[in-house]
């Protein structure tokens, strides 16, 4: 499907766009850009056909498909280093929760040569890094994937999530942002403020509140334990 394809951050989403990229063989060679040491070594155990990468310098220069996993703050950080080397008319897409604040993004800081089509798989866990991956994750999971005017590039985009195992849906950035905040940015910001306040009173008090929860405040804890980092970027 692609040459060449560059995930970029490699915690639980993108160590499963990976394994599942090797699953389907979705491209030849498949490069990954990881800067933690502990997720790195952990990846290479997943497969001897990854390629890591140290940075992202002329190497990226032929990629066909970037995939950006990292969590959005980074994303700043990334777009030049994008500018600066690829240059084979490659497609980006990301896996953010939200989408008007990437389209201000790309549109102020992205090279106007590339493109970037926005996506969202609904498939995340509370569990975080690169040894929870796996390749069924996206298995029957609803993608979003943003308008876009460029059809031909939108269609490979499409053509890849359903290739994972997605089933697509396409929204506009507003339409997206407005539905996600119901279902799953407020839930997380109840748990996590739910979940707060019970710690604050467990401290207070000194009574073990864990061993009275029932169902209910464990369920919210399971949601409360995502990814910290990510989840501030989303609130933000």
């Known amino acids: 499907m ?13 160590s499963s766009i990976l394994r599942a990229s090797l699953s389907k063989k979705i491209a030849k060679k ?9 997720n790195i070594l952990k990846i290479r ?3 001897s056909k990854i390629k890591i990468l ?13 995939i950006l996993c990292t969590p959005m703050s980074q994303y700043k950080n990334i777009i030049p280093k994008l500018n600066n080397y690829l240059s084979n008319d490659p497609i980006i ?22 493109h970037w089509i926005m996506s969202h798989p609904i498939a995340g866990s509370e569990v975080s890094g690169p040894e929870h991956g796996n390749k069924n994750l996206f298995k029957n999971k609803w993608c979003i994937i943003i308008k876009d005017k460029n059809t031909i590039k939108l269609k490979k985009i499409i053509k890849f999530w359903k290739k994972l195992g997605s089933n697509i849906a396409i929204m506009d950035k507003n339409e997206h942002d407005k539905i996600f905040s119901i279902t799953s940015h407020l839930p997380h910001l109840i748990a996590y403020n739910l979940i707060k306040t019970a710690q604050d009173f467990q ?24 990814n910290e980092i990510m989840w501030k970027d989303i609130f933000f």
């Open 203 to 226: 401290k207070k008090y000194k009574k073990n509140l864990i061993k009275f929860s029932a169902g209910g405040l464990r369920d919210f804890s399971r949601t409360a334990a995502s």
């Open 45 to 47: 155990k997943i497969s």
């Open 2 to 14: 692609f040459n060449k394809i560059l995930i970029i951050g490699c915690g639980l989403i993108g």
């Open 93 to 114: 897409t990301d896996v953010g929760s939200t989408k008007s604040n990437i389209d201000l993004l790309i549109k102020k800081k992205l090279n106007k040569s590339l």
């Open 54 to 66: 140290k940075k992202l310098d002329h190497n990226i220069s032929d990629i066909n498909l970037v």
């Open 30 to 38: 498949i490069f990954v850009y990881e800067i933690s040491k502990k």
